[in-house]
């Protein structure tokens, strides 16, 4: 009885459509649409990380604890998007270089240590340069600002 039971279910199986044209084309159109999406490349999270790195140097010159807590978010958000979108870039196994740096720079920031916050950005910034280091891009060095980013943002606290 339990062989024919299973010889019946292995019948009824090899009966049922694997797959109608309908689904075949559907996924079909699916994987195309995605494969078109747009995905941020590692040079725009490079350059939204540059933008965040000059505007948390300000932040902290400026004791801003808030906005220093704002764009260090963004720098780890970055991170996590390179990550996430580059993961088949070569240049993504090196960056967990920099969780220590951030963890030190959002520890000063906590705190609203600014002695440490400064320690703390030398580090972040020695540690972008070793990256670029590590995945030959040693050409772009990165280095505490001395102008801010933007002319028409604040820093100050109000």
Sequence with gaps: MRVSFIFLLA????????????ETSRIDSLEKRLAEVYKPG?????????????KLWFAGQNQNWKLADFEVNEIKEALSGIKTYCSDRAETKEIGMMDQPMDSMNNAIQRKDFLNFKR????LTTTCNNCHRATSHEFNVIKIPN????????FKVK
Excluded: R, T, W
């Excluded at 019948?11 to 309908?22: E, F, I, R, T």
């Design 11 to 22: 019948l009824v199986d090899c009966s049922q459509p694997k797959g109608n044209q309908a």
């Design 42 to 54: 590692l040079g725009e999270f490079m350059s939204e990380i540059q933008v965040h790195h000059a």
């Design 147 to 154: 102008a801010p980013p933007f002319s028409n943002q604040d």
């Design 120 to 123: 703390s950005y030398i580090l």
